[in-house]
Nanobody
Framework: QVQLVESGGGLVQAGGSLRLSCAASGRTFSNYAMGWFRQAPGKEREFVAHISWSGTDTYYQDSVKGRFTISRDNAKNTVYLQMNSLKPEDTAVYYC?????????????????WGQGTQVTVSS
C-alpha cells in the first residue's frame, strides 16, 4: 500500500503561481511512477503531468506545457507540481497518483494509488 497526501492548493489570481506537493508513505517511493490529474466540477478527471520513477522522463497535457513542471525528490518521498501563469480554466481538484508500471500514463485507470486531492481555484 502507498498513502498519498496532497497539499499546496488554494486561491490565486490569474497569472499567479502555486506549488503542489504530494507526500508518499508506505512502500518504496522510488519504485513508483507518479502522475498529477485534475477534475473540475461536472467534468471527467483528466491527465496533467507524469514523471517516471527516476525523474528522467516527464510528460504533460498540451494545455499546461510551458506553464507546469512536475518533479520529484525520492529522498523526501515527495512529488511536486509547480504551476505558473495560472488561468481560470486550471481551476479543479488536483490529485496525485502512483503506479508501478504501465504504458498509457495519461489514463487514470492505470494508476494504483490516489491521494484525496487538493483544491486549486484561479480567479479572473
Amino acid at each position: 500500500q502507498v498513502q498519498l497526501v496532497e497539499s499546496g492548493g488554494g486561491l490565486v489570481q490569474a497569472g499567479g503561481s502555486l506549488r503542489l506537493s504530494c507526500a508518499a508513505s508506505g512502500r518504496t517511493f522510488s519504485n513508483y511512477a507518479m502522475g498529477w490529474f485534475r477534475q473540475a466540477p461536472g467534468k471527467e478527471r483528466e491527465f496533467v503531468a507524469h514523471i517516471s520513477w527516476s525523474g528522467t522522463d516527464t510528460y504533460y497535457q498540451d494545455s499546461v506545457k510551458g506553464r507546469f513542471t512536475i518533479s520529484r525528490d525520492n529522498a523526501k518521498n515527495t512529488v511536486y507540481l509547480q504551476m505558473n501563469s495560472l488561468k481560470p480554466e486550471d481551476t479543479a481538484v488536483y490529485y496525485c497518483a502512483a503506479r508501478i508500471r504501465g504504458l498509457t500514463y495519461y489514463l487514470p485507470g492505470t494508476y494504483d494509488y490516489w491521494g484525496q486531492g487538493t483544491q486549486v481555484t484561479v480567479s479572473s
